[in-house]
């Protein structure tokens, strides 16, 4: 299934099925369900995501380009990859040889992928290779997050 995020209505949906926000109900310790690969070339994006999901409990490991990511999926298991789509220049699709290798070896762990590029000819080449989210830059971050949770079943 993919998800996508538009005009909040997305959001308020998956607000709805997660229940309560991890701020309502306090910090939570790291867990193997919370673990994060977050895939992101610029280093001010992924400061800030890398943040906001470590205040909500989520163990959080980043890469900035496509062999860093794999390196890390090699040592270990995630439960959720986000990853931006253009990692080694404007226009490319680095995210989505990502997605399509976690889906080959690791297919348990979920995958978002962040663009300020996509088409929806991307898009539709996410749902093939089974994307679990597409979302466009900017996305709102606790709309992130309840996505996140939602997937990873947290």
Same mark, same amino acid.
């Not at 193997?32 to 001010?44: C, F, G, H, K, W």
């Not at 830059?137 to 990873?152: F, M, N, V, W």
């Given at each position: 299934?993919?998800?996508?995020?538009?005009?909040?209505?997305?959001?308020?949906?998956?607000?709805?099925?997660?229940?309560?926000?991890?701020?309502?109900?306090?910090?939570?310790?790291?867990?193997?369900?919370?673990?994060?690969? /977050?895939?992101?070339?610029? %280093?001010?994006?992924?400061?800030? $995501?890398?943040?906001?999901? #470590? *205040? &909500?409990?989520?163990?959080? !490991?980043?890469?900035?380009?496509?062999?860093?990511?794999?390196?890390?999926?090699?040592?270990?298991?995630?439960?959720?990859?986000?990853?931006? /789509?253009?990692?080694?220049? %404007?226009?490319?699709?680095?995210? $989505?040889?990502?997605?399509? #290798? *976690? &889906?080959?070896?690791?297919? !348990?762990?979920?995958?978002?992928i962040l663009t300020a590029y996509g088409t929806a000819e991307t898009e539709r080449i996410a749902r093939r290779i089974g994307v679990?989210?597409?979302?466009?830059?900017?996305?709102?971050?606790?709309?992130?997050?309840?996505?996140?949770?939602?997937?990873?079943?947290?």
């Open positions: 299934m993919l998800l996508r995020l538009a005009n909040g209505s997305e959001g308020d949906r998956l607000a709805q099925e997660s229940g309560p926000s991890p701020d309502s109900q306090g910090s939570r310790p790291p867990d193997a369900q919370r673990s994060l690969l /977050l895939v992101e070339d610029r %280093p001010t994006i992924s400061f800030a $995501l890398s943040d906001y999901f #470590r *205040i &909500r409990g989520w163990e959080v !490991e980043c890469a900035a380009t496509l062999p860093e990511a794999e390196a890390a999926l090699e040592r270990r298991k995630f439960a959720l990859v986000i990853a931006d /789509l253009s990692l080694s220049e %404007p226009g490319s699709v680095d995210g $989505l040889d990502l997605a399509r #290798r *976690i &889906r080959e070896e690791w297919p !348990e762990t979920r995958t978002i679990d989210a597409f979302l466009h830059k900017p996305s709102p971050l606790a709309d992130l997050a309840r996505l996140a949770e939602t997937l990873a079943g947290t």
